[in-house]
């Protein structure tokens, strides 16, 4: 089982808790032998169940966004996505050099490509920009992905 992951960053730690929380109980659902996280593995989300499917004993796959998507991403979060990246059995790549709301869209359109069922820690509202959360569900949704909603009740996104 290919299981993708999109999401909002920047939560609260108080909503961090919670979703990680909702990802490890759903990645404990899957057999750890056939799962596999496929990620883009930006701060957030998508580290968080990358995690997680490895502590469950299942493989990471990495979509690459483009080849300067690290050094768009916080630098605080380097060390993570460096370990990451490290355990990844396969890195799959856009092809894209810029890290751009297109080279972004890119990359989860091919996670989503990849995917049986994708992750979404999303709180139902629209994208704030193009390949936004939202973006990513409606791509799955048109191309018969399985989504599955991952939010607290209640919980705000600022």
Known sequence: MYVG??????????????????????????DASGLTAVSCIADGPDSWLAE??????????????AEEYR?????????????????????????????????????????????DELLAVWDGKPARGHGGTADVVAHAERHGVPVRVLWPEGAARD
């Open 5 to 30: 992951i999109t999401g909002h960053r920047g939560l609260s730690s108080d909503v961090e808790r919670q979703v990680r929380r909702f990802l490890a109980t759903a990645v404990r659902e899957y």
């Open 52 to 65: 997680a499917v490895l502590e469950h004993g299942g493989r990471l796959e990495i979509v690459l966004p």
């Open 71 to 115: 050094e768009g991403l916080p630098e605080s979060h380097w060390p993570l996505y460096d370990a990451l990246t490290n355990r990844a059995s396969v890195v799959h790549s856009t092809g894209m050099t810029t890290s751009d709301s297109a080279a972004h869209m890119a990359g989860s359109e091919l996670m989503v490509g990849l995917a």
